[in-house]
């Protein structure tokens, strides 16, 4: 007897122990259900309380109001510690961020914009400055190393240094690029669901400046934008039921010049378009119309004084000056592009001809109305033809030679330097 109560025993042991395990599983399941549910609630009423906090923007929002800070987007937000602060923080910003402080958020849902800086590469240190955006080129041509970039399906174009040659900005398709000034490390900065269109840097090499797509009132529209080159201080420029394209910065950064297309409804119910060259001050967001034709304008710059603006009217290259608005014909024969001013100011030049394995720049001395001077160089083969995308010119320092970037058909990127008589280099 003894024996056989031992054995029950020992049987009924390992079934209490299974049961004890059992029980205890089961109250850890139901207590980790419990505190699930409790942060999942938690974390629904956080989101509420932010979405009621952001108020909601549409296509028919109006301009923000001129006190309102600029953007900093959560994905900028996110951005390694070690990135640059944006224009709307607390900390000192870096020069020229204050230009973005009359202008509000950029209206989301109508802009598309989705800011991004990516992590692998530090934007906020850029490289050295390129002897060949200087001009100093050891022979016709030399190829750029855009590794990143140059994978892309869509292609490169609208590519520029900044002024101090340490950076340059480009666009692949929907996409803006940056890239230290010898074309290295190359990454994509800010894509936008209408497309990104004409980046050009100002003249103390901080912000970049651009036109970006839109749907507003059920009609395309498109509006100026500036950023700093990490990707932070979005802010929206220009606002409206209008084409606003080709921005460019006055010399003092305290202005922005750019074509704008827009729409006036006539009185039988049809529409017609007015083409406008326009400036706007960056301070107080004031806009002046210094030209106006029922034909296209286009690609204003500044002259370096900043007294004139040449544009594009047409295949004609125009002059006006802000003083009087008076107007002058420079060039005729223009297929694309702007045209680009010598850095002391007495010449202009732009593209006369871009097609295959051709390039032709027309040169104007600004002090001789009669003189102007048509350059051909030959191209290798380049891949892009068309005029519509004729590549920025950018002068030597000394001003002896004309830059400009063209693409092989292998997809090689190439910058060719063109004399221009008299060489001084």
Not at 73 to 80: G, V
Not at 214 to 239: C, D, N
Not at 394 to 416: K, M, Q, V
């Amino acid at each position: 007897m003894v024996v056989q109560r031992s054995r029950r025993r020992g049987s009924d042991e390992p079934r209490t122990r299974w049961w004890l395990v059992a029980a205890v599983a089961g109250v850890l399941l139901i207590a980790a259900a419990a505190v699930s549910s409790l942060l999942g609630t938690n974390e629904a009423a956080d989101d509420a309380e932010s979405t009621a906090e952001v108020p909601q923007t549409s296509a028919d929002a109006v301009a923000p109001e001129e006190d309102a800070t600029p953007l900093t987007t959560a994905a900028a937000a996110e951005a390694p510690a070690d990135s640059e602060p944006s224009a709307s923080g607390d900390e000192p910003a870096e020069s020229g961020t204050e230009l973005s402080e009359a202008f509000g958020e950029p209206e989301h849902p109508v802009s598309g914009v989705e800011p991004y800086v990516p992590s692998r590469v530090r934007l906020d240190e850029p490289g050295p400055p390129a002897e060949v955006c200087r001009g100093v080129l050891p022979a016709q041509r030399v190829q750029l190393p855009l590794r990143f970039a140059s994978t892309k399906p869509e292609g490169v174009d609208h590519l520029s240094w900044s002024p101090d040659c340490r950076r340059m900005v480009f666009r692949v398709g929907s996409t803006l690029w940056v890239a230290n000034g010898d074309g290295t490390s190359d990454m994509p900065f800010l894509t936008a669901q209408y497309g990104l269109n004409a980046p050009v840097w100002s003249p103390d090499s901080q912000w970049i400046a651009f036109s970006q797509g839109a749907i507003v009132e059920g009609e395309r529209a498109s509006h100026i934008f500036m950023i700093l080159p990490t990707g932070l201080g979005l802010a929206q420029v220009t606002h409206g039921n209008v084409l606003d394209h080709d921005p460019a910065w006055s010399p003092d950064e305290g202005r922005i010049a750019f074509a704008r297309r827009l729409r006036v409804s006539e009185a039988d119910g049809s529409t017609r378009f007015e083409h406008r060259i326009v400036v706007v001050d960056l301070l107080d967001g004031t806009e002046q119309v210094i030209s106006a034709s029922a034909e296209s304008l286009s690609a204003p710059s500044w002259s370096p004084d900043g007294q004139a603006i040449a544009y594009r009217i047409g295949g004609e290259l125009s002059m006006v000056r802000l003083d009087d608005l008076s107007e002058s014909l420079l060039l005729e024969g223009v297929v694309g592009g702007r045209g680009t001013w010598s850095g002391d100011g007495s010449a202009i030049a732009a593209i006369s001809e871009w097609s295959d394995r051709q390039a032709a720049v027309a040169v104007r001395l600004m002090q001789d109305p009669s003189a102007t001077e048509e350059h051909v160089i030959v191209v290798d083969g380049p891949a892009q033809t068309a005029s519509s995308v004729a590549p920025a010119l950018r002068w030597s320092e000394t001003g002896g030679h004309l830059l400009f970037h063209a693409i092989d058909p292998r997809g090689g990127h190439w910058i060719y330097r063109l004399p221009v008589r008299p060489a001084d280099e």
